[in-house]
């Protein structure tokens, strides 16, 4: 059977020699390296008792060694866990409760702390660490650098991503080597990847965008990339000349147009701009276009689907759209009461189906039945319309959520810990239109009579519990929420009322 996700990369690898990643500090890795290299850490976590099946949860800095880790647990059967760098121990504790892993990899600096838990969560802790006596890094650089790939089907389970959710609990989305898969493959088709594209990687990699949109798509095509540790908007810009494409999110586009030397020679080497993960302003769309020349191609996912549509590589990249549903994805625009498909042209929830949709989620059969129709349609909580020329467009979403610079951040989470201060009586947690990220979290707080708490208190106790690009930008105090008839807090009057606030 083989092992169908490092299968599909093997089909399309080139020549051992090409180079599949050059970092910041000046490594490269061939693919010749990564075959060996990610056997070797293969190798490494058989010795740690990995069996196909079990988790293998990560929260590590961007690396190649991190990439390498990813494919290692491909090829040796596990469930790739990627977590946040940013996540407080609190976060980690609970992810680590529910999923279960056989094996945590930290970085040195976190080994100690995240060494008690994992004795609570009966897992064993080992270290990525380049040079570190005793890191897995460490153990595999003593492996063969040939490995019998375990074998897993299309069905079988290549990794968890937590994704928030909006009762405040996150929930694992499990995702299948095929999930996987097939959304990369069509994704080379549509944006035309081969083997001669050199992509800027500046995401992060422990989400669907940056590690299986932009690194599972550079795989399969056998394509190269130049990979940041972090998104550096002047750096960026240096080594556009020497790239093909660039994915990010709408932030990165917003602040590279800040810098002095974008423009049209500066982006002449680009082929194509990718953007998504939370929506693209047409007005950076035209700015865009105005200053290199270049059309932003934007297209619309989600951890639990994968990539669900794409403006077209030739055709119309209309701005505020995300473009037409994938080759293999159905996309429809339903009545969010009962799932029934809407006339066209009329506003209501997206909802997907196809291969790229995941199989539910982790230990909350509850959950994964409540957000999937009979017929197998999963509901987005994306609300949208398709225009008369097929193009879906994101009207709005059914879920409070906030997204502020690409992350997702769910405003029940942090009620819930302001709500819990002394001093508080109740808050509402909004997303207020923020120049740089988007939407910037902001919280609208009622304190008790006659507390006087303020807003860098409420800051202070939230720190070291939630991670910091969740914390607010703003606190700011009301006497109370507006409620409606049936007492439920509008928060739209409140976004109303504060949409100024980032303003300057
Ligand atoms: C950092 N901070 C943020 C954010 N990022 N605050 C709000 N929103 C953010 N996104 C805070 C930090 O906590 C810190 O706060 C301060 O800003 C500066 O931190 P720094 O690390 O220097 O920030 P940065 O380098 O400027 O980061 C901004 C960024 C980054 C480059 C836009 O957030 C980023 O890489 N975003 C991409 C996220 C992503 O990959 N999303 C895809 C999810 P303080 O000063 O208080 O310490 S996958 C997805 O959404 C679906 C599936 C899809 O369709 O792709
Ligand atoms: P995540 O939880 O990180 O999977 O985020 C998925 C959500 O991001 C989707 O449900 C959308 O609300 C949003 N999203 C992703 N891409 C886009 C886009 N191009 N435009 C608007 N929203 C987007």
Redesign the pocket.
């Known amino acids: 059977m083989g092992n169908h996700l490092f299968d599909a990369f093997r089909s399309s690898m080139p020549a051992p020699a090409r180079l599949l990643m050059e970092t910041d500090d000046g490594r490269s890795l061939t693919y010749g390296d990564m075959l060996a290299r990610s056997a070797q850490l293969a190798h490494a976590l058989l010795q740690l008792d990995v069996e196909p099946g079990d988790r293998v949860a990560v929260q590590v800095e961007k690396s190649p060694e991190a990439v390498l880790l990813y494919l290692a647990c491909v090829r040796a059967g596990a469930v790739f866990l990627p977590l946040n760098t940013?996540y407080t121990l609190t976060e980690l504790g609970y992810f680590f409760g529910d999923a279960e892993p056989r094996v945590i990899v930290c970085d040195p600096a976190r080994s100690a702390d995240i060494g008690n838990m994992a004795e609570a969560a009966g897992a064993v802790v080992v270290t990525l660490d380049r040079n570190g006596q005793g890191s897995l890094t460490d153990q595999a650089s003593r492996q063969a650098t040939d490995f019998h790939d375990v074998e897993r089907g299309p069905g079988d389970l290549a990794a968890i991503l937590y994704t928030s959710g909006t009762t405040g609990r996150s929930k694992g989305a499990m995702l299948s080597h095929e999930n996987l898969a097939s959304n990369a493959r069509v994704l080379v088709g549509q944006w035309r990847f081969t083997s001669d594209d050199v992509l800027i990687h500046?995401?992060?990699i422990f989400?669907?965008?940056?590690l299986f949109?932009a690194t599972n798509v550079v795989l399969m095509a056998g394509a190269s990339m130049l990979f940041e540790q972090?998104?550096?908007a002047g750096r960026i810009v240096s080594l556009l000349p020497r790239a093909t494409t660039l994915m990010?999110?709408p932030?990165?586009y917003v602040?590279l147009l800040q810098q002095d030397g974008l423009d049209r020679e500066a982006a002449g080497n680009i082929r194509l701009f990718v953007s998504?993960?939370?929506p693209l302003l047409a007005e950076t769309h035209k700015a865009w276009r105005e200053c290199t020349g270049h059309a932003i191609l934007e297209?619309?996912?989600?951890?639990e689907t994968?990539?669900n549509t794409s403006n077209p590589y030739e055709g119309e990249r209309r701005a505020g759209t995300v473009g037409f549903p994938l080759p293999g994805v159905s996309l429809r625009i339903a009545d969010p009461d009962n799932g029934k498909p809407l006339p066209q042209g009329e506003v209501g929830m997206i909802e997907v189906r196809g291969p790229n949709v995941f199989g539910g989620y982790w230990r909350m059969p509850e959950k994964t039945s409540a957000e999937f129709r009979a017929d197998g349609f999963f509901i987005t909580g994306d609300l949208g319309i398709i225009d008369a020329d097929g193009y879906v467009h994101i009207v709005g979403r059914g879920k409070d959520l906030i997204?502020?610079?690409?992350?997702?951040?769910y405003p029940k989470e942090l009620e819930s810990e302001i709500d819990a201060l002394d001093g508080v009586a109740e808050s509402a947690v909004i997303g207020v239109a923020h120049p740089d990220?988007g939407e910037?979290?902001t919280a609208v707080v009622v304190r008790t009579p006659a507390s006087r708490i303020t807003a860098a208190e409420i800051l202070g106790a939230i720190a070291g519990r939630v991670?910091?690009?969740?914390?607010p930008?703003q606190v700011v105090f009301v006497e109370e929420l507006p409620r409606n008839t049936m007492g439920k807090v509008q928060k739209n009057l409140l976004r109303d009322a504060y949409k100024d606030l980032y303003r300057s």
């Open positions: 940013a500046a995401l992060p989400h669907t965008h940056g949109v972090k998104f550096d990010g999110v932030t990165f602040r998504g993960s939370a297209r619309y996912g989600m951890t994968n990539m997204i502020s610079g690409g992350y997702n951040i990220f910037g979290v991670a910091r690009y969740k914390h930008k």
